[in-house]
């Protein structure tokens, strides 16, 4: 299921969000220009590797941030830009710009130690906005439960969800792959699935110490 557009009118412009996005479209486009030997250089620099971080914490703190705004792919990023697309605005607009701009940061920040708490000694990279987007989905679920989601089933379904069932859905089925990695694989698998549920449920926990007063 795929969430194509909310019927969830802003109050307002969400400048940060469209800026998040734009900031990870601009690093994608800029990995996609430098030769392969460089955009190694560039995840092994930038990403969040555990085996480092929990080795050197201080040292390679940087990779919890840095690791947001790197992306493996085109459908990667375009996963990842679209979810923030489609539930990042309302979440900016109760929570205010920069209220959210830090949300969302620490949202990713606690996702990446989600995932690196459960494979401390992986040399595989980790990158990808995903663990912060989840922490968007994590808010919006709390401050927009009744909202209705227009959500494509292929190939040729459509239907209007409310925010709860949709992104409940959702946060099982990350619950679900994370635990199944766990037990067959021993590492959580090829997906940080970990990131994705420890992002969700930060978001589901966190957002009321950062919205604005507004009825919550």
Same mark, same amino acid.
């Given at each position: 299921?795929?969430?194509?557009? *909310?019927? +969830?009118?802003?109050?307002?412009?969400?400048?940060? +969000?469209?800026?998040?996005?734009?900031?990870?479209?601009?690093?994608?486009?800029?990995?996609?220009?430098?030769?392969?030997?460089?955009? &190694?250089?560039?995840? %092994?620099?930038?990403?969040?590797?555990?085996? !480092?971080?929990? !080795? *050197?914490?201080?040292?390679?703190?940087?990779?919890?941030?840095?690791?947001?705004?790197?992306?493996?792919? %085109?459908?990667?990023?375009?996963? +990842?830009?679209?979810?923030?697309?489609?539930?990042? *605005?309302?979440?900016? *607009? &109760?929570?205010?710009?920069?209220?959210?701009?830090? !949300?969302?940061?620490?949202?990713?920040?606690?996702?990446?130690?989600?995932?690196?708490?459960?494979?401390?000694?992986?040399?595989?990279?980790?990158?990808?906005?995903?663990?912060?987007?989840?922490?968007?989905? #994590?808010?919006?679920?709390?401050?927009?439960?009744?909202?209705?989601?227009?959500?494509?089933?292929?190939? %040729?379904?459509?239907?209007?969800?409310?925010?709860?069932?949709?992104?409940?859905?959702?946060?099982?089925?990350?619950?679900?792959?994370? !635990?199944?990695?766990?037990?067959?694989?021993?590492?959580?698998?090829?997906?940080?699935?970990?990131?994705?549920?420890? #992002?969700?449920?930060? #978001?589901?926990?966190?957002? &009321?110490?950062?919205?604005?007063?507004?009825?919550?």
């Amino acid at each position: 299921m795929f969430p194509l557009h *909310d019927a +969830n009118p802003r109050h307002g412009p969400s400048f940060v +969000n469209w800026a998040l996005i734009a900031l990870n479209v601009a690093v994608f486009f800029y990995s996609l220009g430098v030769s392969p030997f460089e955009a &190694r250089t560039l995840v %092994l620099t930038y990403a969040f590797i555990p085996q !480092f971080f929990f !080795f *050197d914490p201080l040292g390679n703190a940087y990779r919890l941030l840095s690791s947001l705004f790197l992306h493996g792919g %085109l459908a990667h990023i375009l996963g +990842n830009m679209f979810f923030l697309y489609v539930f990042g *605005d309302n979440v900016e *607009d &109760r929570l205010g710009h920069g209220r959210y701009l830090l !949300f969302y940061l620490l949202g990713g920040v606690v996702a990446t130690l989600a995932h690196g708490v459960f494979v401390p000694g992986s040399p595989v990279p980790m990158i990808g906005a995903s663990g912060a987007v989840s922490a968007v989905l #994590g808010a919006y679920i709390v401050l927009f439960p009744r909202q209705r989601i227009l959500t494509f089933v292929p190939p %040729l379904f459509l239907f209007w969800l409310p925010a709860w069932l949709y992104l409940g859905y959702w946060a099982l089925i990350q619950l679900l792959e994370a !635990f199944g990695g766990l037990v067959v694989m021993g590492t959580g698998g090829g997906i940080a699935w970990w990131a994705h549920v420890g #992002g969700f449920f930060f #978001g589901v926990f966190a957002v &009321r110490s950062f919205a604005r007063p507004r009825g919550l």
